[in-house]
């Protein structure tokens, strides 16, 4: 059993294959947070926790005459509550009907069982059976006010991964407010640490920053509605030194698509906190008695052996427990979709003669993005009327449909389901579906309104129109796209007092809607987006295997773009599409080969005019799409190494399959330089006794005479010496100039 209660020293142990975490319920009922890391035996931990009241410190009342060391504000503990003495950023806020904002956690009671819990609206990880899954439940209580905490920990033993939820109960006499309701503390006594935040913006997501913690607080968040392309709602905590290969490193991320705060704080001992959960700033929810909240699901894992045993840790955790159904383990489509090629300007002929040329070159699904609905000649009008606009089309959706599908092809449409424009029969049918405060004009953000799925009606209506546009098209696919943020934080359909529900209640109905989508359609592909990935989270990821990464195609923007999503989320659901040049973002140049290799570490397709290819890059396309599948197994299951980052001359990634039978090594050149050094790898995973050969995917005749043998199969290394000595990249004829290296045990 991986969850152990010890009753001597009143110690909760959750073990996972290699890491433990420890829990201690102390004299006066607090729960301390006693131990996370490496996998320990089973003592009591808590001698660790050192009792060091400062003398400015409080004292719960019961200690006060006496035991002065015992202070909230100093002791690490699972979940604090603000009132009862700790000064620091606490987890909990909750006021009463008085106005008194007060909660004093203390156990009350514990329940281990096998298998995974449920957080009933809300996306989690899931657990298929219940071998190797446990949970445990501790129940926290304020005396007075009756008000109980319920903190959740799902332990995953072999992903070594924990969960965390809590659910807060008004177990007394009158209403509450939540204020704050975090859904992980993790309090560490000991360690300096430096926080690993991935900040980014439109076209330029998750890149890495990573600075020391120093005394006050760190913290990074959303107030827009939606997890946002600022900041992402998942962080690494640590250790000084700590790099791929060697160092302790924890992380943590949110399951969820709203607003967030991710704090770190360091405190006057040098103890750091972190916290993550919903943004309390316009979170305010009302709990009559008897009433729950459920706080969305945090994941956290460990590593002693650096960032890439903690990305790895992540990497299975999310392809496993967190994607699910009928795609979780299916190669995905390599697709075509159309906004590059056309944006708003086509016609059904004009797609049909796309899709032709795409299914020659080996594509299997087109998506045909936004424009096919209501009046929607560029992005002031339309969105909201979801109906085939068939004077534009020249053709019934049914029939284009059935066009693309002919070919052999997959047919896929983009929404935007939360969002209405103006000028739509929409609006004008339901002014007050539009979020808005009342007397005021709302803002917009290109050009759109958002629409309220707060609201069941309105959730009822999208689910019904979705459903009907989807049957008639006959889309194995969907593009779910969210392109502005919400401001005007107002639902019609909210009393006033409730108002401060709303932008939860809002992502609860986004859920709703995708769940009620997938119900109905268990084979449909959904992929996330929001003006690329500004809404790239474990949340959506419940529901959409695949999340376009980012707006930016640009082979080499995407190198950092997709080395920072990389940290705690693996290729197989990142969205990643070969576009035309000069890039429609950056105008530059890339060559084809450097555009599909970086493609290719994700979920792979082209977003061209393929009418506007020559002969030539069209069969290089056939050949890249052939390797893509040959190779697709070893890039979504296998494991992935950061072996240079973009930072460098050269960066470079490896993939090697579960088996250690196959790897893929990508380099991709920045700028070349007169007489460049070569540069050398260390590759990793490899089966250490198995002979390799290496050869390049394209462009093998570019190779240096010295290069040719070695990169064209011509012998055999071991992986003990790719490992231990390394190869060298072969040399870039030019600028961005990519190479495919892949291995096979001889
Ligand atoms: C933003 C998305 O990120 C793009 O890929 C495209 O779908 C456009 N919206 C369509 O308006």
């Known amino acids: 059993m991986s969850i152990r209660y010890n009753p001597d020293c009143r110690t909760i142990t959750l073990n996972t294959a290699r890491t433990t975490y420890q829990v201690k319920i102390d004299r006066l009922g607090v729960a301390r947070h006693a131990y996370y890391g490496a996998r320990t035996a089973d003592e009591d931990l808590s001698y660790l926790v050192y009792e060091k009241g400062d003398g400015m410190s409080v004292n719960p009342y019961e200690a006060g005459y006496g035991d002065r060391s015992y202070s909230l504000d100093t002791l690490p503990q699972e979940y604090s509550g603000f009132g009862s003495g700790d000064y620091r950023e606490t987890a909990l806020s909750v006021r009463d009907a008085r106005g008194a904002e007060c909660a004093f956690l203390r156990f009350e009671s514990f329940q281990i069982r096998r298998g995974k819990y449920g957080l009933g609206p809300l996306p989690s990880a899931c657990a298929d059976a219940e071998a190797g899954v446990w949970t445990l439940v501790l129940r926290l209580c304020d005396r007075e006010s009756g008000v109980s905490a319920d903190l959740y920990y799902g332990v995953f033993e072999e992903e070594d991964v924990i969960t965390r939820a809590v659910r807060i109960r008004n177990g007394g006499t009158g209403p509450v407010t939540l204020e704050k309701c975090a859904s992980l503390q993790l309090d560490f006594q000991y360690g300096a640490y430096e926080l690993v935040t991935f900040p980014g913006k ?72 972190l916290l993550l959960g919903i943004h309390p700033d316009h979170f305010r929810w009302t709990l009559a008695p008897g009433e729950t909240f459920t706080a969305p699901e945090a994941v956290m894992a460990y590593s002693d052996a650096g960032l890439e045993c903690l990305s790895h840790r992540f990497h299975r955790f999310v392809q496993d427990r967190i994607v699910r159904g009928y795609w979780r383990d299916r190669r995905r489509p390599v697709l075509l979709n159309s906004w590059e090629g056309t944006y708003f300007t086509f016609t059904g002929e004009k797609l049909l003669r796309m899709a032709r040329e795409a299914q020659a070159f080996g594509a299997e699904l087109f998506v045909l993005d936004d424009g096919w609905f209501g009046k929607r000649e560029d992005d002031r009008s339309g969105l909201g009327d979801w109906f085939p606009n068939e004077r534009k089309l020249g053709m019934s959706m049914a029939e284009l449909g059935e066009g693309i599908r002919a070919m052999g092809l997959g047919f896929g449409l983009w929404f935007e389901p939360e969002a209405v424009s103006e000028d739509s029969d929409l609006f004008r049918a339901h002014p007050d579906w539009a979020v808005s405060v009342p007397g005021r004009k709302p803002s917009l953000g290109r050009y759109e309104l958002v629409l309220d799925l707060s609201r069941k009606d309105v959730q009822d209506w999208l689910i019904t129109r979705m459903e009907a546009v989807i049957r008639e098209a006959g889309a194995a696919y969907v593009k779910w796209d969210f392109n502005r943020n919400l401001t005007d934080l107002y639902s019609a359909a909210l009393p006033a007092e409730r108002q401060g529900e709303f932008q939860h209640r809002f992502i609860l109905g986004t859920y709703r809607v995708l769940g009620a989508l997938l119900e109905a359609f268990p084979g449909l592909l959904v992929e996330g987006c929001s003006s690329g990935g500004a809404r790239f989270d474990l949340g959506m990821l419940c529901f959409t295997p695949q999340i ?199």
């Open 548 to 746: 376009w990464t980012s707006d930016n195609t640009d082979a080499i923007d995407r190198l950092f773009i997709q080395y920072g999503t990389s940290m705690l989320y693996p290729p197989s659901v990142m969205g990643a599409h070969v576009s035309a040049v000069p890039n429609h973002q950056t105008g530059r140049v890339t060559p084809l080969e450097t555009r599909a290799a970086v493609a290719m570490a994700g979920c792979f397709g082209y977003e061209l005019d393929p009418e506007r290819l020559t002969e030539a890059e069209k069969e290089r396309i056939r050949a890249q799409i052939g390797r893509y599948r040959d190779l697709w197994d070893t890039v979504f299951r296998g494991k992935y190494y950061r072996l240079a980052s973009p930072e460098e001359d050269v960066t470079v990634w490896e993939s090697v399959s579960e088996d250690l039978g196959q790897a893929l090594v990508t380099a991709v050149y920045g700028t070349v330089h007169g007489n460049m050094y070569v540069k050398r790898v260390r590759l990793r995973g490899l089966d250490p006794d198995a002979a390799y050969t290496l050869r390049v995917l394209e462009g093998a005749e570019r190779l240096p005479a010295q290069a040719r043998t070695l990169f064209t199969g011509g012998r055999t290394l071991l992986g003990q010496t790719l490992m231990n000595q390394g190869m060298y990249i072969p040399p870039a004829a030019c600028d961005r100039q990519a190479w495919q290296i892949r291995l096979d045990r001889a």
């Open 202 to 273: 439109w076209a330029g997501e998750r890149r890495v920053n990573r600075e020391k913690l120093t005394r006050g607080v760190k913290s990074v968040g959303s107030r827009s509605g939606a997890s946002g392309a600022f900041y992402n709602p998942s962080a690494i905590l640590a250790a000084a030194g700590t790099g791929e290969t060697r160092g302790e490193a924890y992380g943590i991320a949110f399951v969820y698509s709203g607003d967030f705060l991710l704090q770190a704080e360091v405190s006057e001992f040098d103890s750091t906190r």
